[in-house]
């Protein structure tokens, strides 16, 4: 997506070679008519899987899901990120192993929003290590549901994320893909090359 892409060139910051900043329009700040054109993307790029909802994890995840939602005219989920390991009978539930924070925490969605009926498409802001996405895809696969993908708006295509979810057979897609950054230079995978 072009103009994803010169917005990520004009007001990303790149922090090292694997932390991309965007909190100025996706992440923190949120560009509201960006968020509804990527979400008009993605309900383009999965129109033909018949999605009957989209699934996201909290936090920065929330606006893409929402804009996802409404360009295909579903409902949206957002995971809930939980500390404590509080099992519950009533939710569907993966723990995640945060690898910036250090720390394993629990993933769940209620059973009431997800059932062997649905076809599900997961969104999320970033593709990096995967560790979050295969926790959700773990939860769609528990509760019987059909997976039509995941979309994510900016995969950094030098980490793992994008093989784990191949791994499992998952059609993933995403916006903008980084090949390689580092402070002062960003490298894309051009989409006539995908
Ligand atoms: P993922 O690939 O499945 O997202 O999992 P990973 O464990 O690698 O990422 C951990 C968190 O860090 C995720 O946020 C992810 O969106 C975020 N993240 C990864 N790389 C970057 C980056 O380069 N820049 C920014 N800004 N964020 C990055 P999260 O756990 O979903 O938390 P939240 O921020 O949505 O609350
Ligand atoms: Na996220
Ligand atoms: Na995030």
Known sequence: MKVLEERIRQEGLILSDTV??????LNHQVDTRLALEIGREFGRIFADEAVTKVLTIEASGIQFAMATGIALNVPFIYAKKKKAVTLSEEVYSAPVHSFTRGETYQV??????????????????FL??????????NIVRESGAKLAGVGCVIEKSFQEGRRLLEEMN????SLARIASMSPGEIRFIEESAI
Not at 20 to 25: A, R
Not at 113 to 122: A, G, H, N, T, W
């Open 128 to 137: 990096a290590t995967g560790a979050a996405l295969v926790g959700l895809v």
């Open 20 to 25: 991309l900043k965007v909190d100025s329009f």
């Open 170 to 173: 998952v059609r993933v897609h």
């Open 108 to 125: 769940s969605v209620s059973r009431k929003y997800l059932s062997p009926s649905d076809r599900v498409l997961i969104v999320d802001d």
